[in-house]
């Protein structure tokens, strides 16, 4: 008789974006003349650039003949494209890491859900709030989490660090002592961002307490201000506490394509004196069988000049969004946050509604889907999210709705 991973049982239903999808065709089926412009997604929407079609054409065709064809790619993945990452993301910014620390994947939801296998499943898990759903819901199934408090919608055993219009959006070092801290910046949901002196701080504190930060930098490319930190090897010392995710998804437009990397540096060493490096490969080969050569090498593509300068190009026109964003709010007399290095906008609901309460506000009476606040964590009710991924025109129209 088989039995089922009851940790699962635990988990809410995927609530915020079947509710979302369930609404907004509700209010479509009752006013099918109503345009809907979909603020909320956090999808891409920019074709990809000429360099990575052209890196994508020349792969497949290398794929096509015998003395160019690859099979199974090398477990950490292509030497080509570490070196290459290393050169663009890494040694520009000071950060000596090498390109056997870095663990290439098909993009980064998988990484920041898998990261926690190496861990005991007694380590305590520290997670700000609002969240990524990922890292709490993948140490849930862990069965790390206890059990859900269903009236404050927290887990008994992980420790929360609020993000709040008090603190700037910047967690807090927490009382009680975690293990493994998840720390997103440029952050989603907020589009907020950690300074250097305030990632420092919490990679001081990893070092003193033996915790490890896991990193998540999937919005990097978005930083637009100097002191904000486009990696946590910047920060003195976190070669030996932190663990960081990247993605090609945000920064390329590669949500389709797939592709990511981890950096998990050899000075990482557990408290009972294992390598994460050394348990982290063991688990790459064991239970990944690497990301395409296409893929890869349209990654490459997207770290020469000429895939940098159309990756800028493609960033600055979702930025030009956030701008419009963000000013346009602004001016109708909202409150927001984000959306300078980072492409998603924090809009605070005025007179203090519900974030489900102004996003039925919002699709009823201006036809504009966000995504309430309230889905990412306790901490986020009374926000909604609203992101710069859609097209200018959509955007424009959007924003003149809400001065209107
Ligand atoms: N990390 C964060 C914070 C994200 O918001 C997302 C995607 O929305 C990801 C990771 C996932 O990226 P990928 O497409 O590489 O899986």
């Known amino acids: 008789m088989f039995k089922v991973n009851q940790n699962y049982l635990r988990l809410p239903g995927s609530y915020l974006f079947s509710e979302i999808g369930k609404r907004v065709a509700a209010w479509q089926t009752e006013h099918p003349e109503k345009e809907i412009i979909r603020l909320g997604i956090g999808d891409v929407t920019r074709p990809l650039s000429p360099a990575v079609i052209r890196a994508l054409h020349e792969a497949v065709d290398e794929m096509a003949h015998e003395d160019t064809f690859h099979g199974y790619s090398p477990d950490l993945g292509y030497e080509f494209l570490r070196e290459a990452i290393v050169r663009r993301d ?9 390109p056997d620390e870095i663990f290439v994947s098909d993009g980064s939801k ?3 859900a898998n990261i926690q296998e190496i861990f005991s499943p007694e380590c305590i898990v520290a997670v700000c709030d ?3 759903p990922v890292y709490v819901d993948s140490n849930v199934m862990a069965g790390r989490s206890g059990a859900l408090d269903t009236v404050s919608g927290r887990w008994e055993r992980i420790i929360y660090l609020p993000c709040t219009e008090e603190n700037g959006f910047v967690p807090e070092i927490p009382e009680e002592t975690p293990d493994l801290i998840y720390l997103c910046s440029p952050n989603n949901p907020t589009g907020t961002a950690m300074t250097l002196e305030q990632l420092q701080a919490w990679v001081d504190y990893a070092n003193r307490v033996s915790a490890v930060i896991l990193f998540d930098a999937a919005y990097e490319a978005y930083i637009s201000e100097p002191g904000i930190p486009h990696s946590i090897y910047e920060c003195r010392g976190a070669k030996t506490c932190a663990i960081e995710l990247r993605s090609f998804s945000k920064t390329a437009g590669f949500t389709g394509v797939r592709l990511g990397y981890t950096v998990v540096p050899k000075a990482l060493i557990s408290a009972d004196g294992v390598s994460l490096h050394r348990l982290w490969a063991r688990r790459h080969g064991t239970k990944f069988n690497g990301a395409s050569y296409i ?3 349209a990654g490459a593509a997207v770290l020469t000049e000429e895939g940098q300068q159309e990756v ?3 960033i600055d026109y979702y930025m030009e969004n956030a701008r419009i964003i963000r000013k346009g709010l602004m001016e109708a007399g909202l409150t927001v946050y984000g ?6 906008i924090w809009l605070k ?3 203090g509604q519900g974030s489900w309460d102004y996003f039925d506000f919002l699709l009823k009476n201006l036809g504009i889907v966000v995504t309430p606040g309230a889905g990412f964590g306790p901490c986020g009710e009374g926000f909604v999210r609203l992101t710069a991924f859609g097209s200018l025109e959509n955007t424009r129209k959007a924003i003149a709705r809400f001065r209107a």
């Open 90 to 98: 890494f040694a520009p910014r000071g950060c000596k890491i090498s």
């Open 130 to 132: 609002p969240v990524y």
């Open 312 to 314: 800028w190009d493609m």
């Open 349 to 351: 609901t005025p007179q």
């Open 339 to 344: 959306g300078i290095n980072a492409p998603y």
């Open 295 to 297: 893929q890869q090498r």
């Open 110 to 112: 998988c990484d920041s």
